[in-house]
């Protein structure tokens, strides 16, 4: 456990923000920002999907520039004009979304942008391993990025902008592809950058990670700052009551408040019989689904399952261990190399997207934005992809009724936007992932819902929210198969979970709260591949 940053000695401020407004369009995205951030300081940024914090960091980062206020660098002015100017003052961003270059090494993504002219390699390999020695990461300078898991991508993200020795790191949610280890690797690498006098500002929903390393804390609601901590690891009740409260309605918000990671939903009891909910048909019957990849490597090896009617399926598993290949062959993105998958018993092994959506599979994809969403398009286009048909009458697009059904599920599903007609890029990530979820969850004749990750970068509320979703989906008749790499998520929504590794599927479990221990133990062996 690193502390070591919170009792920094306090200088002034390497930035000041003073009264920063945001405005896209007519929307206010930032009102009268005031921030201060000091060098050995870890600053959390918090707040509901859409608060802002992504706009505020994109301020400091010269992605965007404010429409008022001023900010200070070191006590003179600072206007960056663009990400360029803002790495030449010694500002740095890891962004929500990798910008790697796959097909090439870590030391060429590293070293892209940075260097002119002749090139030593050899030279600035050794320089890369001694950040990275340095920092206490573990990463291959030679190694091909496409070839790397999240986490790793990750941290060449960080190295990428460490190697430039900034004085201020922004991360905008940099845990939430993360695994657990992968989380305290990053932390740990957070407090040795502050211990070196750089300043942090950590975007995060996850209030394990505000107690462990926040030195101060900011809380943005629409747009403006509405609670400081200076303690933030002893404050953590009160910020997230300051998160969630709307004016007017403290005490429905407040029901919402979770003193936990960002998982609120409770653990609760369940019968211990699988089958005490009545069975119907399968909704979702897989048969020994086995996928190989270019390489001849096995990703998927003889998966057979079902997912009954009325019933929410777990995966379990440390992620790259099939569960992705699972999910692609189902939302047919990719082909199996041997096995069957039915869809309330029809054979459904080769179907496109399009034929999966007409006989009722919905897909949350992992990566939203590789296959989710269509970014350039509006949010109401991206709400009825899957049936844009529907809003065509004579080849033209019955626009008005898209809007109208468009406001109806921004409204159900708490999608937070100016309007129903903002580009999907303009959204917020939290908010990109519950308009996914809301188009997926009301296709007409919903039969299998395969989310993988859906609550991935969502806020408390909000993670409470998609459960109570799901669990509504299940109970008027849907078979959904949850693809998590959060136990506690499995545990608390599924009713069974099931668990992979290399692949195959380990072990199977029903959640019942009075073993909840013993099961974790069971399904942490199964993870690391133990059988006994
Ligand atoms: N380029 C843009 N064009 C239009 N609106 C935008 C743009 N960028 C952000 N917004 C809007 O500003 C608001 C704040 O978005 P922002 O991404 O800063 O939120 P956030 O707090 O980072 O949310 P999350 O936790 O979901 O990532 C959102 O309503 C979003 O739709």
């Not at 206020?69 to 663009?82: E, I, N, R, T």
């Not at 009551?241 to 407040?254: K, S």
């Not at 859906?454 to 509320?461: F, I, K, S």
């Given at each position: 456990?690193?502390?070591?940053?919170?009792?920094?000695?306090?200088?002034?401020?390497?930035?000041?923000?003073?009264?920063?407004?945001?405005?896209?369009?007519?929307?206010?995205?930032?009102?009268?920002?005031?921030?201060?951030?000091?060098?050995?300081?870890?600053?959390?940024?918090?707040?509901?999907?859409?608060?802002?914090?992504?706009?505020?960091?994109?301020?400091?980062?010269?992605?965007?520039?404010?429409?008022?206020?001023?900010?200070?660098?070191?006590?003179?002015?600072?206007?960056?004009?663009?990400?360029?100017?803002?790495?030449?003052?010694?500002?740095?961003?890891?962004?929500?979304?990798?910008?790697?270059?796959?097909?090439?090494?870590?030391?060429?993504?590293?070293?892209?942008?940075?260097?002119?002219?002749?090139?030593?390699?050899?030279?600035?390999?050794?320089?890369?391993?001694?950040?990275?020695?340095?920092?206490?990461?573990?990463?291959?300078?030679?190694?091909?990025?496409?070839?790397?898991?999240?986490?790793?991508?990750?941290?060449?993200?960080?190295?990428?902008?460490?190697?430039?020795?900034?004085?201020?790191?922004?991360?905008?949610?940099?845990?939430?592809?993360?695994?657990?280890?992968?989380?305290?690797?990053?932390?740990?690498?957070?407090?040795?950058?502050?211990?070196?006098?750089?300043?942090?500002?950590?975007?995060?929903?996850?209030?394990?990670?505000?107690?462990?390393?926040?030195?101060?804390?900011?809380?943005?609601?629409?747009?403006?700052?509405?609670?400081?901590?200076?303690?933030?690891?002893?404050?953590?009740?009160?910020?997230?009551?300051?998160?969630?409260?709307?004016?007017?309605?403290?005490?429905?918000?407040?029901?919402?408040?979770?003193?936990?990671?960002?998982?609120?939903?409770?653990?609760?009891?369940?019968?211990?019989?699988?089958y005490a909910r009545p069975l119907a048909d399968e909704a979702l019957q897989i048969d020994g689904l086995t996928v190989r990849d270019a390489d001849g490597v096995t990703r998927l090896e003889d998966c057979t399952l079902v997912v009954n009617r009325n019933e929410i399926?777990?995966?379990?598993?440390?992620?790259?261990?099939?569960?992705?290949?699972?999910?692609?062959?189902?939302?047919?993105?990719?082909?199996?190399?041997?096995?069957?998958?039915?869809?309330?018993?029809?054979?459904?092994?080769?179907?496109?997207?399009?034929?999966?959506?007409?006989?009722?599979?919905?897909?949350?994809?992992?990566?939203?934005?590789?296959?989710?969403?269509?970014?350039?398009?509006?949010?109401?286009?991206?709400?009825?992809?899957?049936?844009?048909?529907?809003?065509?009458?004579?080849?033209?697009?019955?626009?008005?009724?898209?809007?109208?059904?468009?406001?109806?599920?921004?409204?159900?599903?708490?999608?937070?936007?100016?309007?129903?007609?903002?580009?999907?890029?303009?959204?917020?990530?939290?908010?990109?992932?519950?308009?996914?979820?809301?188009?997926?969850?009301?296709?007409?004749?919903?039969?299998?819902?395969?989310?993988?990750?859906?609550?991935?970068?969502?806020?408390?509320?909000?993670?409470?929210?998609?459960?109570?979703?799901?669990?509504?989906?299940?109970?008027?008749?849907?078979?959904?198969?949850?693809?998590?790499?959060?136990?506690?998520?499995?545990?608390?929504?599924?009713?069974?979970?099931?668990?992979?590794?290399?692949?195959?599927?380990?072990?199977?479990?029903?959640?019942?709260?009075?073993?909840?221990?013993?099961?974790?133990?069971?399904?942490?062996?199964?993870?690391?591949?133990?059988?006994?």
């Open positions: 456990m690193v502390c070591a940053s919170r009792d920094a000695p306090r200088t002034a401020a390497v930035l000041r923000m003073d009264g920063i407004d945001k405005r896209f369009g007519q929307f206010q995205a930032l009102s009268d920002v005031s921030l201060e951030l000091f060098a050995g300081e870890v600053h959390c940024l918090l707040g509901e999907n859409g608060a802002g914090k992504s706009t505020l960091c994109n301020v400091v980062f010269g992605v965007h520039q404010p429409d008022a206020g001023s900010m200070w660098l070191d006590g003179a002015p600072y206007q960056p004009h663009s990400p360029r100017d803002a790495l030449a003052h010694g500002i740095a961003m890891v962004h929500q979304h990798f910008s790697l270059v796959e097909d090439v090494s870590v030391l060429d993504n590293l070293l892209l942008g940075q260097v002119r002219g002749w090139l030593d390699r050899k030279r600035e390999a050794q320089r890369v391993r001694a950040l990275v020695a340095d920092l206490g990461l573990a990463l291959e300078p030679d190694a091909r990025v496409a070839d790397l898991s999240v986490g790793e991508k990750q941290r060449v993200e960080i190295v990428k902008c460490l190697i430039r020795e900034p004085r201020l790191l922004v991360l905008d949610e940099p845990t939430a592809v993360l695994l657990p280890a992968e989380i305290d690797a990053l932390l740990d690498t957070c407090a040795r950058v502050v211990a070196r006098g750089c300043a942090v500002v950590l975007v995060t929903h996850k209030l394990a990670e505000i107690r462990r390393i926040a030195s101060r804390a900011t809380v943005l609601q629409s747009g403006r700052v509405v609670a400081r901590s200076s303690t933030p690891s002893a404050d953590v009740d009160t910020l997230v009551r300051a998160m969630i409260q709307r004016p007017g309605n403290e005490g429905h918000e407040l029901n919402r408040e979770a003193d936990h990671d960002a998982k609120p939903a409770p653990l609760k009891p369940r019968s211990a019989s699988p399926v777990g995966i379990a598993g440390v992620e790259g261990n099939g569960q992705s290949e699972l999910g692609a062959v189902l939302a047919g993105l990719q082909r199996a190399s041997a096995g069957r998958f039915f869809v309330q018993g029809k054979d459904c092994t080769q179907a496109a997207p399009q034929m999966l959506t007409k006989v009722g599979v919905g897909v949350v994809p992992e990566d939203r934005h590789a296959v989710g969403c269509v970014p350039d398009m509006s949010l109401t286009e991206n709400l009825f992809l899957n049936r844009l048909d529907d809003y065509t009458r004579r080849g033209f697009m019955r626009r008005r009724a898209m809007r109208r059904d468009a406001r109806a599920l921004m409204q159900r599903f708490d999608v937070r936007a100016a309007s129903p007609d903002v580009a999907f890029r303009g959204l917020s990530g939290g908010n990109q992932q519950k308009a996914v979820l809301a188009r997926e969850l009301t296709l007409e004749g919903l039969a299998v819902l395969v989310a993988a990750q859906p609550t991935r970068g969502l806020d408390v509320g909000a993670v409470a929210a998609v459960y109570e979703h799901i669990r509504a989906a299940r109970d008027r008749g849907v078979g959904v198969l949850l693809i998590s790499s959060e136990l506690d998520e499995l545990m608390a929504v599924a009713d069974r979970v099931l668990v992979m590794y290399r692949g195959r599927i380990m072990g199977t479990c029903v959640p019942d709260a009075s073993q909840l221990n013993l099961q974790r133990e069971r399904i942490g062996a199964w993870m690391a591949g133990q059988t006994a």
